[in-house]
């Protein structure tokens, strides 16, 4: 079945990097997009940007230009997210999930929780 | 400030219905977007509720249902169950924003 799996929790300082994968399972890499979403505590859910498993270049969030970049490793049906240059307001949960372009997300991965604090 | 605006909270009786709103603008709404809206359960992963075209996707009740109106959706739930309580958000794209997916603030849905 089709499934999102990311990788797992991470803890990282001030103004480190933390790099997040995600593996789709069960479907055509190809056929939807990947977003990357987060969420932090008691916060809505926050869009951070999106990548073609075709190829191009990412989209990112204005608020994340310049510390956001996203890859995809086609041979493998894995997209990365690495976040530089962490600040303890990152800290929160990061799903990855599929969709079209514009959004409409069907599947997602598990979270991967994201701790920054010194 | 979110792009789209739902109210924080709202609330009803099993039973009752509510409809909770999502207020863009016309550069994503307004514009002839999609609008899709997602239950999200604490401890859970969000879960589409409503697809293009207002469709659900298989597996969601037709309890739910989305509509929308110039530069506003609604979703709108009725015969409320207890399992209803969790966050709700709606979710578009506006043309403005460098090709920007946008969510709205959430709204928090109490079964009383």
């Known amino acids: 079945q089709v499934q999102l799996v990311q990788s797992g929790d991470e803890v990282k300082r001030p103004g480190a990097s933390a790099k997040i994968s995600c593996k789709a399972v069960g479907y055509t890499f190809s056929t939807y997009y990947i977003h990357w979403v987060r969420q932090a505590p008691g916060r809505g859910l926050e869009w951070l940007g999106v990548i073609n498993p075709n190829g191009g270049s990412p989209t990112f969030s204005q608020m994340l230009q310049g510390r956001v970049t996203m890859t995809r490793d086609t041979s493998t049906s894995t997209v990365y997210m690495e976040l530089s240059s962490l600040r303890p307001e990152d800290t929160g949960f990061y799903y990855c999930?599929?969709?079209?372009?514009?959004?409409?997300?069907?599947?997602w991965g598990q979270g991967t929780l994201v701790t920054v604090s010194s | 400030q979110s792009v789209l605006t739902q109210p924080p909270s709202m609330s009803g009786a099993p039973g009752q219905g509510i409809t909770i709103s999502c207020t863009g603008s016309n550069s994503n709404i307004g514009a002839g977007y999609d609008v899709h809206w997602y239950q999200h359960l604490p401890g859970t992963v969000p879960k589409l509720l409503i697809s293009v075209n207002n469709d659900r996707p298989s597996g969601v009740p037709d309890r739910f249902s989305g509509s929308r109106s110039g530069t506003s959706a609604s979703l709108a739930i009725t015969g409320l169950q207890a399992d209803d309580e969790a966050d709700y958000y709606c979710q578009s794209y506006d043309q403005h924003l460098s090709g920007s997916v946008v969510f709205g603030g959430g709204t928090r849905l109490t079964v009383l």
């Open positions: 999930t599929r969709g079209l372009y514009s959004g409409d997300y069907d599947y």
